[in-house]
């Protein structure tokens, strides 16, 4: 068996998966098998969105870079 190379992701490919999830359309082995990702893997992104899901209604967002 030969070992992948590790790959990073996008985060916005990171935030599709997710929300794919969080959809409950397709279960989470469908998932990885769609996005060629491990379940752990969309498990993992999926709390991270659910963990910062309040930050989008912060009353003072986050400063954008820029002039």
Known sequence: MTKRAR??????????VALAALKG???????AQLYDVHVNQITSWKEQLLG????????DPPEQGGS
């Open 7 to 16: 790959r990073t992701h996008a985060p916005g490919f990171k935030a599709m």
């Open 25 to 31: 359309e397709k279960t989470r082995a469908e998932l």
């Open 52 to 59: 910062g899901a309040a930050g989008v209604f912060a009353t």
